[in-house]
């Protein structure tokens, strides 16, 4: 039986050099390319694979797990195995929980993306060792879940941004600014805004 695999990237080259390996390989067949996650489910409908091979980051539309989550809402719904050069915990753990069969780093060699296609087809789960643990270590102590503005505050505070300043980006009032802080401190467990901001950095919350 023939695998009908989908390639979702946003970089031409990384498609092509994805198709010429799993074109050359019995068993599999790249039935299509997207570089957005809007095309990739457009194309899943009108192509129905059986895995949807896809990254993380994919331009200015929906990134790969808000791709991964509306694929599998889908019916019949693809397995989607992650591809990406990203290893940060909460994207891990954020494109399992969005129903990601498996995650691969781009760097591994083409075997094992073969591998992941034929068993993330099989309904197997497809995960490095390193990684494993990491999401059992992610699922049993879960990372905080901070708000939308929450995270806009952190990210300007990443880039070294002042109270002021950071009230002003948002239309807000200074205060709010400094309670926005006071709770992320709380939730990261932190007590400093430099403290926070790496934090959130290690954890991938940013």
């Not at 946003?10 to 050099?17: A, E, F, L």
């Not at 059986?50 to 797990?65: A, E, K, P, Q, T």
């Not at 002003?168 to 802080?181: M, P």
């Amino acid at each position: 039986m023939t695998i009908n695999v989908l390639l979702v990237d946003d970089h031409p080259v990384v498609r092509s050099g994805l198709r010429a390996v799993l074109d050359s390989q019995d068993g599999v067949q790249v039935v299509g390319e997207a570089a957005t996650g809007e095309e990739a489910l457009a194309l899943t409908v009108h192509l129905r694979p059986d895995v949807v091979l896809c990254d993380l980051r994919l331009g200015d539309g929906i990134d790969g797990i808000e791709t991964t989550a509306r694929l599998r809402r889908l019916e019949p719904a693809p397995a989607v195995l992650i591809l990406t050069t990203y290893d940060r915990d909460a994207e891990i753990l954020g494109a399992i929980e969005a129903g990601a069969a498996g995650y691969l780093l781009k760097d591994v060699n083409p075997g094992v993306i073969l591998d992941g296609i034929k068993r993330a087809a099989a309904g197997e789960t497809v995960l490095a060792p390193d990684l494993q643990s990491r999401v059992l270590k992610g699922m049993r102590e879960p990372l905080p879940r901070l708000t939308e503005r929450e995270t806009e505050v952190l990210r300007l505070l990443s880039t070294g941004s002042t109270n002021r300043e950071i009230a002003r980006t948002l239309f807000v009032a200074e205060a709010t600014v400094k309670s926005h802080i006071a709770h992320i401190c709380t939730k990261l467990g932190v007590d400093s805004r430099s403290k926070a901001v790496h934090a959130a950095q290690q954890a991938g919350l940013i």
